[in-house]
């Protein structure tokens, strides 16, 4: 999600997350929890169930906001969780893009691209913070997980599978190609 959104909405995803605090004291298992939900969309998609997919995709996206909102309230912010819930992150695009190739046969290439580009956005931010103790430049970043999932449920609602992920391929390999740039040109300075 791209900074300024998350900026915005951190205030009540953090009361939110106290509140589930309260019963919830291992945010991991609200990862677990939102990622079985939402692994579950390639599944339904399979079976053309489309809006049940959609549904389970922003259930789990709701789970993958409020793991973080606890981890926080509870003071229980820890590297293991970032990892699990980064991971089973991508396992969902996994899930999602596989049940679009499933459900329309004819986009699979487009669901394909989708995934690849995706998980290079992905990747190129992980792999700049593992060579840079966890320091990156900002981008502008507007091919984020939350975006991009928000163009294909909008689009999944709406019947425009195609360009939603005509539009998710687009922007998620704008942001890799900005990414790739930006943090090659910030990894060569700190050689410097």
């Known amino acids: 999600m791209p900074d300024i959104i998350r900026d915005y909405i951190n205030p009540l995803t953090y009361r939110v997350g106290k509140t589930l605090g309260k019963f919830v004291k291992n945010p991991n298992i609200i990862t677990i929890t939102g990622f079985i939900i939402g692994a579950l969309t390639g599944p339904l998609l399979y079976f053309g169930l ?8 922003i259930i789990s996206g709701v789970f993958d906001m409020l793991d973080g909102a606890v981890a926080r309230a509870l003071n229980r912010v820890t590297k293991q969780g970032a990892f699990l819930d980064s991971n089973l992150d991508r396992l969902v695009e996994a899930s999602l893009y596989a049940g679009i190739a499933v459900y329309k046969p004819d986009l699979t290439i487009y669901s394909f691209l989708a995934f690849t580009f ?31 999932l928000l163009i294909i449920i909008l689009a999944m609602i709406f019947g425009f599978i195609f360009y939603g992920l005509l539009i998710v391929i687009i922007i998620a390999l704008e942001t890799f190609i900005e990414r790739l740039v930006l943090y090659y040109k910030f990894l060569s300075a700190q050689n410097s």
């Open 50 to 57: 489309v809006y049940i997919s959609v549904l389970m995709l």
């Open 118 to 148: 995706s998980i290079m956005v992905s990747y190129s931010r992980a792999r700049v913070e593992g060579l840079s103790n966890g320091i990156r430049p900002k981008s502008l970043e507007i091919g984020e997980r939350g975006i991009r």
